[in-house]
């Protein structure tokens, strides 16, 4: 299957700082890609949609402000935790869809600590 | 808006049982459907995507199957082992353009040598 990288994997930083993370597909051109929140023992859940070229479309609940996304290739999209806050603290997945199968390929995650 | 649900939230067998895990969803007007694996601290496997048009997709010794009209999924794990263990989720892309998979809560497997 094709490939979607994330980089940082992992990032300890201190209160107030921002931070941010970089999602790459390897293989192929994502028009569409996705940024997912996991809190331990909980499932992963969907903050936002990015289209290339676009604003990105934010779920219920999620500040646009705090959780800067930028779609601004094809193959990358990247998502910054503004002045982040120890309850910022999560496993960040990002996805991207193949438009060629439709299938959405996922990275191996950030483990984002907030001190 | 999708709902997915995901039954029962653990599950602990002794190797070499054959066990069932299942996942319903609200809107049954789906695109497809999707099992991962996910280990403890790592990322996603995927594990069967299941076409809408499809009942069920196959691979080694997993079987997932799909009812669309009822809003349920399965998935059959034949002659566990302990290296099944894991968090097992189901997911669902619904039948609108753009939309993401929406993930259900997951099954926590343990299969006890």
């Known amino acids: 299957g094709a490939v979607v990288s994330q980089h940082p994997s992992r990032v300890i930083c201190k209160s107030g700082t921002s931070v941010k993370i970089e999602c790459r597909s390897l293989d192929f051109q994502a028009t569409t890609m996705f940024w997912y929140r996991q809190f331990p023992k909980q499932s992963l859940m969907l903050m936002a949609t990015?289209?290339?070229?676009?604003?990105?479309?934010?779920e219920q609940g999620v500040e646009k402000d705090k959780f800067l996304i930028n779609h601004a290739s094809l193959t990358l999209s990247t998502l910054t935790v503004t002045s982040a806050h120890p309850e910022d603290s999560s496993f960040y997945i990002c996805?991207?869809?193949?438009?060629?199968?439709?299938?959405?390929?996922f990275g191996p995650g950030t483990r984002l600590t907030v001190l | 808006k999708q709902e997915v649900t995901q039954i029962p939230a653990a599950l602990s067998v002794p190797e070499g049982e054959n066990l069932v895990l299942n996942c319903s969803f609200t809107d049954s007007a789906i695109y497809n459907l999707q099992w991962f694996r996910q280990d403890p601290g790592k990322g996603l496997t995927s594990l069967l995507l299941i076409q809408s048009s499809q009942r069920e997709q196959t691979s080694g010794r997993l079987n997932a199957s799909l009812d669309k009209s009822s809003g349920r999924s399965t998935l059959y794990i034949a002659a566990s082992q302990p290296g099944d263990s894991a968090t097992y989720l189901c997911?669902?892309?619904?039948?609108?353009?753009?939309?993401?998979?929406?993930f259900g809560k997951g099954t926590t497997l343990s299969v006890s040598s």
């Open positions: 997911a669902v892309r619904t039948n609108q353009a753009g939309t993401a998979l929406i």
């Open positions: 990015s289209n290339e070229g676009s604003k990105a479309t934010y």
């Open positions: 996805s991207a869809r193949d438009p060629r199968t439709n299938e959405q390929f």
